[in-house]
């Protein structure tokens, strides 16, 4: 019940489920337990996701940007249910994940898959390419014994993999191969949701684009909706639909990517966008310089959370905690400084 | 290889692919780019379809085993540790099979050695030789040669008496020659008994009343009622004379007095003078004709009797030689030889066969016909002379000759002596040598004398030179025992090769153990975590705790109280060591599935909903081995190590069974080990070696599944 209330005196998300979303997360909260002392007793959290809502519409893409250590792979993890959650809800197709039983998950798991950041560690070294990408597949019965050979083939030229990289191993490829396998891994289990983490920091520019397209295209083709994690604002522009933008745990910017990237509206969107470099030698940019670092997650200040290294913070920001405020369409934004518009 | 490249090549060639040679050439020496291996090209043109150059296909790839493998044999000392393992298993397990000899084959060698051959000694004390019926009480036997050299001898008696306290017979001892003495029983034998008077029945008075009981005749029964009569009832003044016998009564008995006695026994010795002189004589001891008898009355009958004396047992100083040392001396032999000799006979008979005895200064010599001649048979001597081992197989010649040595250092005074003695030379069955006139062979034969004196009188001991069967220990090596032998007579190199099988096949059994255990509780540990990391975790450091040593030492002592077989030894010992060992492995494991649990593709495979069976199995177990190969071919080497220490310490597995610490715990001491290092030597080298093969292997592998080596 105290969720719904939060919801809906923050007004976001209607507690009603809309059919056009697949995923829609409401108020989740993830914190984790800071241990210390000889009994590992509880002496605090770690408040890595505090209290966001949002939600994915079907066949499209939302970026989810931000520094590092703000909370957005927590989330990304959080939602696939690879985290126990500490409050809030995940509805997937409008059923909560955290509710399901065992056979309920497992015939859930298949549906939303991860692509994680590094792809060096994200394969077993022992197993040969075809048993990554088809254990699951079997486990899961996806398709008929007798097509499963001709499945894996289909799924890793649908990668941009050879069929005879099916008996290599993992240390024999380059990381936009085994990009490209962990993709076919998770494409392999016919999933509507993938949850993309990252998955191009790590390739050089020429490669990111390669796998950027990849995904571009396997989600026309087969209609597939990402949650895109990403600290790199070019790339989730380029593939994203809507954008949120977290810091410190809260989501606090949300917004269509062409209103967002246009007319960013909190003064950390801000500071973070003017720090996207322009291919312009004499382009003079006009950087928002935050002041301090990040402050921690286990004792995140209070009132906004962002008001230790905001340009326009004001007296109220200290001590009361923003509510998310609706600017028209869908643009969402977690701050003071529009309180009154909406009002 | 570069061959048949080159020819692959040039096929290539022929089938039109534009290949330029140099490049496929130098492929094989460049190190391929970030994320390949070194590959060996396949060059296998497709179905009609042209390969390109750097057509991925071209290139082999190997699976992370594979690549394992060839790293490995990369190593040369990998390889060089391989090759000396497989040496190692072939001449253990191969080479017990082969070789002739067994773990435990005692191996005997003749030696000739200076060994007691025989002893001489005066004979002093006097033996007992019985008479066939000797009737010589027990303290008697014992006591006669104290009682003459203790009581006789001193006081020059010729003869003396003693009783026998358990029996009150008399003995008289008496001395025939200085050698010899007899024991005469003194015994009482009745000659002649008779009757002078006799109770012949009973009667009754009382006042007037007289009754004659039962078995009277009815005359005397008559005779005596008139004679009580007339007597007025005084019966002691009854008297009836009847058929010359005199009936009188007597405190209730008719008692008959014989006019003449009656003989009851007389034996053919008694004469009638005899007879008179033993009725007329008084009770006790009288003599008639020279002769002393004994005469004793008790109620009316008189016996009279004869001493007798009979030698039982001859006691002599003399032992017997036989000449013919296949004849066997009788008891009745001796006895009857040795009175004949006291009493100085010259001849006598025994067992119904007639011996001469003919003496010659002092020498005595008992002859006998023998196929019609004459031959000496036996000889009396106080010179004992028997084989070491008590046997009486030296003939009489020899026996002559120790006997004079014997006197000849007695009287000079002499401890120790060389002397040569010309013995019979014997064949392999122990018979007599004989020459072409059938005359025995002589021989020289060397003897080293001494005297000994343990207790039992003065002795000279003759020691010779004799072959000897025996065990063949610490023989050096030869052609037969390449390494020789050990302290127990065992084939050295035998033994490395059955001791081999033990130490190795136990390294290989307690290191299985230990990390079926290990991986189990690591597994467990790493994967659930939480408390029950928190339990195992613990119990690791418990069992580290646990000092190995002194608890094998302890429980080799156990075992040792338990007598357990070898093989269950070895056992328990497997058992132990495994049991002691898994802490170190459920540490690495554990430790690698935390790290392991914690990777992206554990996450994903989560996200893919594999069962926690495969994730174990197929995921974590398979990135856990190459740590697990490495580890356990590492602690080989160490278990080794451990069992040639418990071994060596003789807490480990007990002889006759071998293994490599067994057979240099045969020769612990320092005196062994300087002396013999053919033994100890090159089991000490087995074992370097096989602990520094198990390292280099282990060594070799853990650089072959290290990711980051490329070559």
Same mark, same amino acid.
């Given at each position: 019940? @105290?969720i719904?209330?939060?919801?809906e005196?923050? /007004?976001?998300?209607p ?8 995923? @829609?997360?409401r108020?989740?909260?993830q914190?984790?337990?800071? !241990? ?14 505090? /209290? ?25 993890r ?63 019965g ?9 499945y ?22 380059? /990381? ?15 999933? @509507? ?22 995904f571009?295209d ?13 600290h ?20 606090v ?32 940019m006009?950087?928002?310089?935050l ?12 009132g ?24 028209? /369409?869908?643009?969402?934004? !977690? ?9 | ?18 290949? #330029? ?15 390949? &291996? ?19 296909? $071209?290139? *082999? ?41 067994r ?18 000694k ?26 003459? *050299? ?32 007899t024991?005469?029983f003194? +015994? ?22 007289f009754?004659?009981?039962?078995g ?9 009622? #008139? ?23 007597? +405190? ?34 009288? =003599? ?16 009279v009797?004869?001493? *007798? ?33 006291g ?6 008979v ?50 002559k ?10 009287e000079?005074?002499l ?5 040569t ?29 001494? =005297? ?5 009188? #003065? ?18 090596? =030869?052609?037969e ?62 069992f ?24 269950? $030894? ?20 554990r ?22 069976? $495969? ?31 418990? =071994?060596?310490?003789g ?7 071998? &293994? ?13 080990? &300087?002396?013999y ?33 490329? $070559?």
């Amino acid at each position: 019940m @105290e969720i719904e209330n939060t919801i809906e005196k923050n /007004g976001v998300i209607p507690a009603a489920h809309d059919e056009a979303n697949l995923l @829609e997360v409401r108020d989740l909260k993830q914190y984790f337990p800071i !241990k210390s002392g000889f009994f590992k007793r509880t002496v605090g959290y770690v408040k890595a996701v505090d /209290g966001i809502s949002f939600s994915i519409k079907r066949g499209t893409t939302m970026g989810l940007v931000g520094e590092s250590g703000c909370g957005k792979t927590t989330t990304g993890r959080t939602i696939l249910r690879l985290y126990n959650k500490t409050a809030g809800q995940v509805l997937f197709g409008g059923r909560d994940i955290f509710a399901m039983n065992r056979t309920e998950l497992r015939k859930f798991r298949p549906k939303a898959q991860i692509v994680f950041q590094d792809p060096y560690s994200s394969l077993s070294p022992r197993l040969p390419v075809e048993e990554i990408i088809g254990e699951a597949v079997r486990t899961h019965g996806i398709v008929p014994k007798e097509r499963y050979g001709d499945y894996i083939t289909k799924i890793m030229e649908d990668c941009g993999l050879p069929e005879y990289y099916k008996e290599r191993y993992p240390h024999e490829f380059s /990381g936009g191969q085994r990009q490209r396998i962990c993709i076919a891994r998770a494409l392999a289990l016919n999933p @509507e949701f993938i949850v993309c983490d990252e998955p191009v920091s790590a390739l050089d520019v020429s490669i990111q684009a390669q796998i950027i397209n990849l995904f571009k295209d396997l989600q026309s083709e087969y209609g597939l909706t990402y949650l895109f994690i990403s600290h790199d604002l070019s790339v989730v522009e380029h593939i994203s639909d809507t954008v949120g933008v977290m810091y410190l745990g809260d989501l606090v910017e949300y917004a269509p990517t062409d209103k967002l990237f246009s007319d960013p509206r909190h003064p950390y969107t801000k500071a973070l966008f003017s720090a996207i470099p322009v291919p312009d030698p004499e382009y003079r940019m006009n950087r928002i310089i935050l002041e301090g670092a990040i402050p921690s997650p286990a004792n995140p200040p209070q009132g906004c959370k962002f008001h230790t290294r905001c340009s326009e913070c004001k007296e109220i920001c200290k001590t009361v905690a923003p509510p998310t405020v609706q600017l028209g /369409g869908d643009h969402y934004v !977690k701050c003071h400084l529009y309180t009154d518009e909406k009002g | 290889m570069e061959d048949k490249r080159i020819k692959s090549i040039q096929e290539l060639s022929e089938n039109g692919a534009e290949i #330029q040679e140099e490049e496929i050439i130098n492929e094989e020496s460049s190190v391929c780019a970030a994320g390949t &291996t070194p590959a060996e090209a396949e060059i296998t043109p497709a179905d009609g379809e042209e390969q390109k150059l750097d057509d991925a296909r $071209r290139v *082999k790839y190997l699976s992370p085993t594979a690549l394992v493998f060839k790293r490995f044999f990369r190593n040369k000392l990998a390889v060089t540790g391989i090759i000396i393992l497989a040496v190692l298993f072939a001449f253990c397990f191969l080479g017990s099979a082969i070789y002739p000899y067994r773990e435990a084959d005692v191996f005997m060698t003749i030696r000739e050695i200076e060994f007691d051959y025989s002893f001489a000694k005066i004979n002093e004390d006097y033996n007992n030789v019985y008479s066939e019926n000797s009737k010589t009480g027990a303290v008697i036997r014992t006591m006669t040669n104290s009682y003459i *050299k203790n009581d006789m001898q001193p006081y020059g008696l010729t003869e003396f008496g003693v009783t026998d306290p358990s029996s009150d017979k008399r003995y008289v001892i008496r001395k025939l020659n200085d050698n010899i003495y007899t024991v005469n029983f003194e +015994d009482f034998d009745d000659i002649l008994s008779y009757k002078t008077e006799e109770a012949v029945g009973s009667y009754t008075a009382r006042g007037s009343r007289f009754i004659v009981g039962s078995g009277v005749s009815e005359e005397l029964k008559n005779a005596l009622t #008139q004679a009580f009569e007339d007597a007025g009832g005084d019966v002691l003044a009854v008297s009836v004379t009847l058929n010359g016998n005199v009936y009188t009564l007597s +405190d209730g008995k008719i008692v008959c007095a014989y006019g003449e006695p009656v003989t009851v026994l007389r034996t053919d010795d008694v004469t009638d003078e005899l007879f008179e002189a033993a009725v007329s004589a008084a009770e006790g001891d009288f =003599s008639h004709g020279g002769a002393d008898y004994k005469k004793a009355v008790s109620s009316g009958l008189v016996t009279v009797s004869t001493e *007798k004396s009979y030698v039982d047992t001859v006691a002599t100083s003399y032992v017997f030689d036989r000449y013919d040392l296949n004849d066997v001396l009788t008891d009745n032999f001796r006895f009857n030889a040795l009175i004949a000799i006291g009493l100085g006979n010259a001849d006598f008979v025994s067992d119904s066969h007639a011996y001469g005895i003919y003496s010659e200064g002092e020498n005595t010599v008992i002859t006998c016909e023998k196929g019609g001649k004459t031959v000496p048979y036996a000889e009396p001597t106080v010179y004992s002379v028997r084989r070491y081992s008590g046997q009486d197989t030296i003939s009489v010649a020899t026996k002559k000759a120790m006997s004079a040595i014997m006197m000849e250092m007695k009287e000079e005074g002499l401890v120790s002596a060389k002397r040569t003695i010309k013995m019979e030379a014997l064949d392999e069955d122990g018979n007599y040598v004989l020459d072409e006139d059938g005359e025995i062979v002589f021989d020289d034969e060397e003897f080293s004398v001494k =005297s000994e004196n343990k207790g039992m009188g #003065q002795q000279f001991v003759f020691r010779n030179m004799q072959e000897k069967q025996v065990a063949d220990i610490f023989a050096a090596p =030869s052609s037969e025992h390449v390494l020789g032998l050990d302290g127990n007579a065992m084939d050295v190199l035998a033994r490395i090769m059955y001791g081999g099988r033990v130490s190795l096949l136990i390294g290989f059994i307690v290191v299985f153990i230990e990390i079926i255990l290990g991986t189990i509780m690591g597994g467990i540990s790493g994967y659930f975590g939480k408390a029950v990391d928190n339990i195992i975790m613990r119990i690791v450091d418990v069992f580290y705790c646990i000092p190995t040593m002194p608890i094998l030492i302890i429980l080799g002592a156990v075992f040792d109280q338990m007598r357990l077989p070898n093989v269950e $030894r070895v056992i328990w010992m497997m058992a132990v060591l495994g049991f002691l060992g898994w802490p170190g492995i459920a540490r690495l494991v554990r430790g690698q599935i935390l790290s392991l649990r914690e990777q992206d593709f554990m996450i994903a495979a989560e996200a893919s909903g594999l069962t926690s069976r $495969r994730k174990i199995f197929r995921h974590l177990i398979p990135n856990v081995i190459p740590q697990l190969i490495v580890q356990a071919t590492m602690g080989l080497g160490g278990v080794i190590i451990t069992e040639s220490t418990l =071994s060596f310490l003789g807490l480990g597995v007990k002889f006759p069974m071998a &293994t490599w610490g067994q057979i240099i715990n045969s020769v612990s001491s320092l005196s062994e080990m &300087t002396k013999y290092t053919y033994i100890w030597i090159p089991v000490g080298s087995l074992i370097c070696l096989a602990v520094i093969a198990f390292n280099f292997v282990g060594d070799g592998l853990r650089d072959a599944f290290d990711p980051k080596m490329n $070559r």
